[in-house]
Each structure stands twice: as structure tokens, then as C-alpha cells.
């Protein structure tokens, strides 16, 4: 059932192609195997999967076994590179001892391209934050279990009614100083230059004065543009951890781009989505609008 968020992907599973041979049978085999131990040793920490130190290792962890390299560009020093920072919840301004405690920071609302399922492996490999995904999500194999864990929170997008309560929800938690990540294409591209980005998650940034980090992931093989790591259209879950599996040095790369305020700025949230669209997808690209099928992961 389609819903206000959901769009139709002119992608479809057989854009995913390898850009260089693939890994042999008996490496496959090796690597699925330490998959497995690496998925079974985060979901077996459970709640503890909620401490972002611990969170960030099992990404990494994940992305090792399948043999990625995660490249992260633009990356600030520090263990929130994706953050905004200011003053934290609950602290004082420095020199100011005796004065009241100051308000929350809003957090930052994170936006990225989407392309793969190991967009949010890639993602939470470079800051743990919070997570807004579809409800459908939650049951997928391996990925779902991990998203549960991490604190995820699930949409309905098969509810027009529910928009309003989901902006209000996103709002409040960037006014609380918590970062979140979305994925406002609604559905995966087997590029990072095509698509295009759906305006609703930006108010809540507005709404909370919340500064808006453009992200972009994209994979490459051996220094090579690849499509391998697309899951897109009806492709299965079993289908692109295969592909992923057998890809011979694939890497996915995260740029980190500069933040684009919102306090104290004259915008609306078609402006906002459109400053951010052409920053993560490039801005002499040819927008996707139309001809779309339901969208596959976020």
C-alpha cells in the first residue's frame, strides 16, 4: 500500500552490477561466515547496542567482515562529526558559573542520499544518532534487528494522518539535542546523483531551529563508480548480500559536507529541501521526479 511518503524507484535490481570481478566462491564462503559471528555479536548485545561507542564498533565491525572500507571525507575531529555542536544539555556557558543552566542544544538533522541498506551500517559507523525509518524496517533480517537496538524510531507511511504527528515527534527530539538521520529521497537510487529530496522532514528542522547536515554515500570498487551495493525496486535482502559479499574492494565513502543553518533565518522548508538536495546530490545533476514504484527500504 502506498503511502505520502512512498515513492516508486526507476531503479530496479539489475542496475547492481559488479565494476570489477568478483570475489571467488571460497572467499565468499570466509566472509559470510564472519558476517554471521559479527551479526550475532551485536544482536546478542542488547541493550548495551544503545551506547554509541559500542554501537560504532559493531558498524565497523559489520563492515570489516564484508570486506568494505569505510571512507569518511569532511569528517570533524571529535566523536560527533555529524553534529552540530554547541552547548550540551544541561551545562553552563563557559564563565558563567553562577548563571542558570542553559537550554538544549538542538540537535542536527542529518540527511543523505540513499543507496544501500549499508548506507545506515556506513552511517552509524561514522556517529551513532538516531534513526527515523519506516516501520517496515524493524523486520528485515539482520539489519532490522540492529536497527531495533539502536534506538530507531518507525514510521507509517501508509498513513497520511500520521505526517503531522511524525514532523511534530522529529521536531521535538532535535529540540531536545538529539541528532537525526533521514533518508528524504523515500526510496534507494543506484547513484548518488539521482532523485530527488521530499520536503516534510525539513519543517521539523525549522520548527526546532535545528542546523541541517547534508551527507552524501556513495560506493566504489577498486577507485571505480559501482552500482553493486544498489537495493533497489523488488531486489531481495538475500539477493544484495550476495552481491555485497562477493564485491571485490568495495568501499563506501561518507562526505561529510558543511551544515546549512536554520535559527534566525528567513526560510521555508521547500528552499531548505532544495539547498540540501543540491548540495548531496550535486547541483548540475538532472532531477528524477516522476515515473517512481514503491520504495524499497527507507
Not at 60 to 66: E, N, P
Not at 148 to 160: E, K, L, N
Not at 192 to 221: C, E, H, I, K
Amino acid at each position: 500500500m502506498n503511502g505520502p511518503w512512498d515513492v516508486s524507484p526507476v531503479c530496479a535490481p539489475n542496475c547492481a552490477a559488479h565494476a570489477v570481478p568478483p570475489v571467488p566462491f571460497s572467499g565468499t564462503v570466509r566472509r559470510a561466515a564472519v558476517f554471521s559471528g559479527a551479526v550475532g555479536r551485536a544482536l546478542t548485545d542488547g541493550p548495551h547496542l544503545t551506547d554509541p561507542v559500542r554501537l560504532r564498533s559493531h558498524a565497523r565491525a559489520l563492515l570489516a567482515a564484508l570486506g568494505v572500507t569505510l571512507e569518511a571525507r569532511g569528517v570533524e575531529a571529535g566523536p560527533t562529526p555529524l553534529s552540530v555542536t554547541g552547548t550540551a544539555p544541561g551545562e553552563r556557558p563557559p564563565g558563567t558559573a553562577d548563571a542558570p543552566i542553559a537550554p538544549t542544544t538542538p540537535g542536527t538533522l542529518i540527511v543523505l542520499n540513499h543507496i544501500s541498506w549499508l548506507d545506515i551500517v556506513a552511517l552509524l559507523a561514522v556517529e551513532p544518532v538516531t534513526l527515523l525509518a519506516k516501520r517496515e524496517v524493524g523486520r528485515w533480517p539482520l539489519v532490522g534487528g540492529l536497527a531495533r537496538r539502536a534506538g530507531t524510531h518507525f514510521i507509517d507511511r501508509t498513513s497520511p494522518r500520521q505526517l503531522p504527528h511524525t514532523v511534530a515527534e522529529l521536531a521535538a527530539l532535535l529540540a531536545a539535542g538529539r541528532s537525526v538521520a533521514v533518508f528524504p529521497q523515500a526510496t534507494t537510487w543506484c547513484t548518488a546523483d539521482r532523485g530527488t529530496f521530499r520536503r516534510a522532514t525539513f519543517q521539523a528542522a525549522l520548527d526546532a531551529g535545528a542546523p541541517v547536515r547534508p551527507v552524501t554515500v556513495d560506493y566504489a570498487q577498486q577507485d571505480r563508480p559501482t552500482t553493486v551495493a544498489a537495493f533497489c525496486g523488488a531486489d531481495t535482502f538475500a539477493a544484495s548480500l550476495h552481491r555485497v559479499l562477493t564485491a571485490h574492494g568495495l568501499a563506501v565513502r561518507v562526505t561529510v559536507h558543511p551544515a546549512l543553518p536554520t535559527a534566525g533565518r528567513d526560510l521555508d522548508r521547500r528552499t531548505l529541501a532544495a539547498a540540501a538536495e543540491r548540495v548531496v546530490l550535486g547541483g548540475d545533476r538532472v532531477p528524477q521526479r516522476a515515473g517512481q514504484a514503491l520504495g524499497t527500504y527507507l
